[in-house]
Antibody, heavy 123, light 107 residues
Framework: EVQVIESGGDLVQPGGSLRLSCAAS????????MNWVRQAPGQGLEWVSY????????QYADSVKGRFTISRDNAENSLYLQMNSLRGEDTAVYYC????????????????WGQGTLVTVSS | EIVMTQSPATLSVSPEERATLSCRAS??????LAWYQQKPGQAPRLLIY???TRATGLPARFSGSGSGTEFTLIISRLQSEDLALYYC?????????FGGGTQVEIK
């Protein structure tokens, strides 16, 4: 079964840092781009970042550029999101999601999504 | 950034009736459009990509159509389990953007 599972969400103070992880299974991880998408409480969806299978192509939303860093470890089938200088508006459920088309660089649709991990930025 | 606008915000439909959801892009996106279903407390689930291709295992009562700037998701015979928020998403250009969602309620 193709599956992605996020972890690492927590309560953090404004200005603080947090690292999210996503463990993937059931597919050839290195062949697929991966993504982080977030959803603020009661709000819609916002694409945060994309990384290609070989990590050579990375994109960020303007709202997180310079503060967040996406990375992956293909040997460990894991995706990461390092979040620095956190703000209240970063409070959201963060979803890890796979780009389902293998060996294609670029963003398309997402499938599957993990269950999400909650990041709360508050003093 | 391409803005996606969904209508209506809330749709109330009787069981076995047809639900029609609309999604409009602020500029042409060809057929670079996906639809997702999000049930309460759950992650989004892919329904449609390429504007009209159903995801694996999706019941045939779900269908997508459209191109350019106007798109439609139809649930032909609404079931109680279809109660959910439905989002459209464009992937024509970065950043991929989502519509604000349509809440489907069972009348």
């Amino acid at each position: 079964e193709v599956q992605v599972i996020e972890s690492g969400g927590d309560l953090v103070q404004p200005g603080g840092s947090l690292r999210l992880s996503c463990a993937a299974s059931g597919f050839i991880f290195s062949s697929h781009g991966m993504n982080w998408v977030r959803q603020a409480p009661g709000q819609g969806l916002e694409w945060v970042s994309y990384i290609s299978g070989d990590s050579n192509f990375i994109q960020y939303a303007d709202s997180v550029k310079g503060r967040f860093t996406i990375s992956r470890d293909n040997a460990e089938n894991s995706l990461y999101l390092q979040m620095n200088s956190l703000r209240g508006e970063d409070t959201a459920v963060y979803y890890c999601a796979r780009t389902p088309t293998p060996n294609v660089v670029g963003w398309v649709w997402l499938d599957p999504w993990g269950q999400g991990t909650l990041v709360t930025v508050s003093s | 950034e391409i803005v996606m606008t969904q209508s209506p915000a809330t749709l109330s439909v009787s069981p076995e009736e047809r639900a029609t959801l609309s999604c409009r892009a602020s500029q042409s996106i060809s057929t670079y459009l996906a639809w997702y279903q999000q049930k309460p407390g759950q992650a989004p689930r892919l329904l449609i990509y390429g504007a009209s291709t159903r995801a694996t295992g999706l019941p045939a009562r779900f269908s997508g159509s459209g191109s350019g700037t106007e798109f439609t998701l139809i649930i032909s015979r609404l079931q109680s389990e279809d109660l959910a928020l439905y989002y459209c998403q464009q992937y024509k250009s970065w950043p991929p953007t989502f519509g604000g969602g349509t809440q489907v309620e069972i009348k």
